[in-house]
Nanobody, 120 residues
Framework: QVQLVESGGGLVQAGGSLRLSCAASGSIFSVNGMGWYRQAPGKQRELVARITKDGSTNYADSVKGRFTISRDNAKNTVFLQMNSLEPEDTADYYC??????????????WGQGTQVTVSS
């Protein structure tokens, strides 16, 4: 079995910063792409940022220049540094990873979510 465990959410004032972490554990052979998604109340889940195994990144337009995604391949961990937070960033944030428990067979996994609330 594989687990993704997120941490780092919380309440912050507008303009503040938070750093999210997500660690994958279990019977892992390899981890491919990792990313963060978010879902605000009444809205669909949306991509925030993704990072490939070799470090290539892509971001939602709404967070470019404010958020930075990174990863530690040795620890199967992905991070999201969120700066200049805005009330519109308030959402549940979910970690996602493509994980193989055997060679070449990758499956999408999701974390349980961590809440981020930005007050104005």
């Amino acid at each position: 079995q594989v687990q993704l465990v997120e941490s780092g959410g919380g309440l912050v004032q507008a303009g503040g910063s938070l750093r999210l972490s997500c660690a994958a554990s279990g019977s892992i052979f390899s981890v491919n792409g990792m990313g963060w998604y978010r879902q605000a109340p009444g809205k669909q889940r949306e991509l925030v940022a993704r990072i490939t195994k070799d470090g290539s990144t892509n971001y939602a337009d709404s967070v470019k220049g404010r958020f930075t995604i990174s990863r530690d391949n040795a620890k199967n961990t992905v991070f999201l540094q969120m700066n200049s937070l805005e009330p519109e960033d308030t959402a549940d944030y979910y970690c996602n990873a493509e994980i193989a428990m055997q060679p070449k067979y990758y499956v999408q996994h999701w974390g349980q979510g961590t809440q981020v609330t930005v007050s104005s």
